[in-house]
């Protein structure tokens, strides 16, 4: 069983755990997190040190990390962390629950999540570091680009295309056809019917940019 490392603490490593046990592919060495949680556990894992540590794991062998911290709105440290785990060499692999239904015919990029009841449908393509949260769904020939996050129960029906670093949130339903820019915001249990711009915050069903 390959070993492999979590770098970042809170409820998504939760999740992440719980997936990797299942799954029984990987060892979990540990979690790297800030300071203050040094020593302190999640699930039984103990938080083994600060992500400087990384470049020493590396060095004793462990050649497998997966970021664990989560993403509401603001993917700038999970990128910040991805850029430095392969800097140093680390592998990414993707973490998907035995509970998920994965069309064979989809592509999974490094570093995806896709969490437990998800469905990825066929010819769909997931980014480097995309979270598919608990229950979502991507329906066939959808697109979400890199560091995006399809929450719990969202839904991403026929050939929505996804831009880099947007927050679909829990609830919504983005109806066939739709494209969402980069670094896009949609509100729990919106309905979005037309295109977004990128750098957007839309809310409401149906969706209505506001201003935050």
């Given at each position: 069983m390959e070993k492999v490392i979590l770098v970042g603490g809170g409820g998504h490593c939760k999740s992440i755990i719980d997936t990797i046990r299942e799954s029984n592919k990987y060892e979990i060495v540990g979690i790297l997190d800030t300071e203050d949680k040094v020593d302190q556990s999640i699930l039984d894992v103990k938080i083994i040190g600060v992500d400087s540590l990384a470049?020493?794991?590396?060095?004793?062998?462990?050649?497998?990390?997966?970021?664990?911290?989560?993403?509401?709105?603001?993917?700038?440290l999970r990128n910040?962390?991805?850029?430095?785990?392969?800097?140093?060499?680390?592998?990414?692999?993707?973490?998907?629950?035995?509970?998920?239904?994965?069309?064979?015919?989809s592509k999974i990029e490094e570093g995806v999540y896709i969490g437990k009841g998800a469905i990825v449908n066929a010819d769909s393509y997931i980014g480097k570091f995309s979270i598919i949260n608990t229950g979502a769904v991507v329906e066939h020939d959808c697109k979400v680009s890199s560091f995006s996050h399809i929450s719990p129960r969202a839904t991403l029906c026929g050939s929505v295309l996804v831009g880099?670093?947007?927050?679909?949130?829990?609830?919504?339903?983005?109806?066939?056809?739709?494209?969402?820019?980069?670094?896009?915001?949609v509100g729990a249990g919106s309905t979005i019917i037309e295109d977004i711009e990128n750098s957007k915050v839309v809310v409401g069903n149906p969706g209505r940019e506001i201003n935050v």
């Amino acid at each position: 069983m390959e070993k492999v490392i979590l770098v970042g603490g809170g409820g998504h490593c939760k999740s992440i755990i719980d997936t990797i046990r299942e799954s029984n592919k990987y060892e979990i060495v540990g979690i790297l997190d800030t300071e203050d949680k040094v020593d302190q556990s999640i699930l039984d894992v103990k938080i083994i040190g600060v992500d400087s540590l990384a470049k020493n794991l590396f060095g004793d062998g462990i050649k497998n990390a997966v970021i664990s911290l989560g993403s509401i709105k603001d993917t700038s440290l999970r990128n910040k962390l991805s850029l430095s785990l392969k800097e140093i060499g680390f592998s990414f692999p993707a973490i998907i629950d035995n509970t998920a239904i994965v069309s064979k015919n989809s592509k999974i990029e490094e570093g995806v999540y896709i969490g437990k009841g998800a469905i990825v449908n066929a010819d769909s393509y997931i980014g480097k570091f995309s979270i598919i949260n608990t229950g979502a769904v991507v329906e066939h020939d959808c697109k979400v680009s890199s560091f995006s996050h399809i929450s719990p129960r969202a839904t991403l029906c026929g050939s929505v295309l996804v831009g880099s670093r947007s927050h679909i949130g829990a609830n919504a339903t983005i109806i066939q056809g739709i494209k969402i820019g980069s670094d896009v915001l949609v509100g729990a249990g919106s309905t979005i019917i037309e295109d977004i711009e990128n750098s957007k915050v839309v809310v409401g069903n149906p969706g209505r940019e506001i201003n935050v």
